[in-house]
């Protein structure tokens, strides 16, 4: 039998603060952690601005003397699953628990370890290359240190498509807990995307804004002058539950997931396309088993980039038909940035705070009304909306779709 | 001759970290008369650990019988501590040395066997 799966903790490290609540009260209050570029030298680059986390120390949440053997964005997971592990209250055994299970998304992995051991080698030598530098690159390793960390032994595995990664990595544990092979699953995303030799790529793609003198107005989804999307890094994790097991424990309840749709569009690396989205979207409705109409609030993929808010506002059209035109949608991205494979968690976590506070957090930046996106997307100012159900579209290169709809829990469920 | 050369650098920077010993506080005093008992590459490697380690400051003190696993290192900390010896006295460990690494004066053993043949 199918079970139904809650959302019982989370945990964010974004460029708009390291827990939940600094997260929440930033993007209510429209403001973008977009700025200057410290981390590397970025002279010659034509893009000087990124969403880059400037006050983590990752001694501050573990007393684990070897952080070291942990790439950034192993830091940021672990850091996002501690606060989330604390925040669901769930029971961590000494010995560990197989009921409990972790299933992460990156696009890029220990990026910046492998740049490191890269420019060891071909300026310095073979004898400067660290020795720890597989295990701190490899793509698992933010899900295997969150399993050591906390004993989680169950079905442990790494998502990685692109910028649907985060979301990608939610549904796949929300499957495993719903097929009942395990009791409880920690999961989301994380990516560390500030790395000059990775950050010098997406300058050359062409896609990022340029809008270096002003970096919080760089990032305009949906607006006419929109020039780009803009990288940043960070980590969202959820812990997601069996209801009964949830219930049992007297758990605080987020929200219920109610369904994961997953596409690919089978058509261009870096383009999307509107039948992948389009389809994404609607098996994610049928698995939830509500109508179009029951939707109240949809997070949107929302990069900024030309190409996708339109694509991405045709596919909303052609799903919801009229009832489009009166659905709110909003862009986190407008004010954090790109997170990349943590961007699908991140705005799961947004669509959970939302169904709870009665808020929607707005698109910020938004100045002109573009005819090829016409829908309403929450301009500038955050509105108070009732939601009962929301959805979070992320849409990767590759042409990866992922799509997750969250739901309030009635009174009477609880 | 870079050898040679590394070996009259590692000698100048012995000598000059005994130079800057404090002397006068007398908690240091006493830890620069333990240190003394060690020689300048058994010095160097002792540095090395406690850096890769980071034994300072847990009131651990390293000493000839010292494990690997007394001071919190596990086989991940001995790759490390072997690939740093490499790099300070720019010599190859073979893999079957290994095992030496699991204590402080097995480390300092491997180190003089390799220094020494390149001398």
């Known amino acids: ?93 000494k010995g560990g628990r197989y009921d409990i299970g972790v299933v992460l998304g990156t696009s890029v992995g220990g990026i910046y370890s492998h740049e490191k051991a890269a420019e060891d080698l071909f300026t310095r030598g073979f004898k400067f290359v660290d020795p720890i530098s597989i295990p701190k690159v490899m793509y698992n390793s933010g899900a295997c240190h969150i399993a050591r960390h906390f004993g989680f032994m169950g079905p442990n595995y790494t998502v990685t498509t692109a910028c649907a990664s985060g979301a990608n990595a939610i549904g796949e544990a929300y499957k495993i807990i719903r097929d009942g092979y395990a009791k409880a699953m920690v999961t989301g995303g994380a990516d560390a995307t500030l790395s000059p030799v990775f950050f010098a790529a997406w300058c050359k793609l062409r896609v990022l804004s340029r809008q270096n003198d002003s970096p919080q107005k760089a990032c305009k989804p949906f607006s006419k002058n929109r020039d780009g999307l803009v990288v940043a890094e960070g980590a969202g994790v959820l812990m997601l539950e069996e209801l009964e097991s949830a219930k049992e424990r007297n758990a605080c309840i987020y929200g219920e997931i109610i369904g994961y749709g997953s596409t690919n569009d089978a058509y261009h690396l870096t383009f999307p396309h509107i039948d992948g989205e389009v389809k994404a979207i609607e098996n994610a409705l049928k698995d939830a088993q509500v109508s179009k109409e029951d939707v109240d609030y949809i997070n949107a993929h929302g990069t900024a980039t030309a190409i996708n808010d339109s694509v991405e506002t045709d596919a909303i059209k052609k ?76 849409f990767g290169f590759g042409g990866n779709n992922a799509v997750l709809i969250l739901k309030k829990l009635n009174n009477d469920e609880i | 001759m870079m050898f040679f050369n590394k070996s009259i650098a590692l000698f100048c920077h012995v000598t000059r970290f005994n130079e800057c010993l404090p002397v006068k506080n007398e908690k240091v005093g006493k830890v620069r008369v333990m240190e003394e008992k060690f020689d300048e590459i058994e010095q160097k490697v002792k540095e090395l650990i406690e850096r890769i380690l980071k034994v300072k400051g847990k009131g651990t003190e390293i000493k000839r019988e010292s494990t690997l696993a007394d001071l919190g290192g596990d086989s991940l900390s001995a790759l490390s501590i072997l690939s740093a010896l490499e790099q300070e006295f720019n010599i190859s460990i073979p893999d079957e040395e290994i095992v030496d690494i699991g204590n402080f004066s097995g480390a300092v053993k491997v180190v003089k066997k390799y220094v020494k043949d390149y001398r």
Not at chain 1, 11 to 26: E, Q, R, S, Y
Request: hydrophobic fraction near 40%; proline fraction near 5%; glycine fraction near 6%.
């Open chain 1, 319 to 394: 799903v919801f038909g009229d009832k489009a035109y009166s659905i709110p949608i909003s862009s986190t991205k407008s004010m954090l940035g790109h997170t990349l494979g943590a961007s699908g968690a991140i705005e799961l976590i947004t669509c959970a705070l939302s169904l709870n506070k009665s808020i929607i957090p707005p698109t910020i930046n938004y100045e002109e009304p573009d005819p090829k996106c016409d829908l309403d997307y929450v301009p500038n100012k955050a509105r108070k909306a009732d939601i009962n159900v929301s959805l979070s579209n992320s």
């Open chain 1, 1 to 93: 039998m199918r079970k139904r799966v809650v959302v019982t903790g989370m945990g964010v490290i974004t460029p708009l603060g390291n827990c939940i609540k600094d997260f929440w009260n930033a993007i209510v209050n429209g403001q973008s952690g977009v700025k200057n570029i410290t981390r590397f030298s970025i002279e010659d680059f034509p893009v000087k601005i990124a969403g880059e986390i400037t006050n983590f120390r990752p001694e501050g949440f573990f007393t684990d003397d070897k952080m070291d053997r942990l790439d950034r964005f192993s830091q940021f997971a672990l850091a996002s699953a501690y606060e989330a592990v604390n925040d669901s209250k769930i029971d961590v055994k």
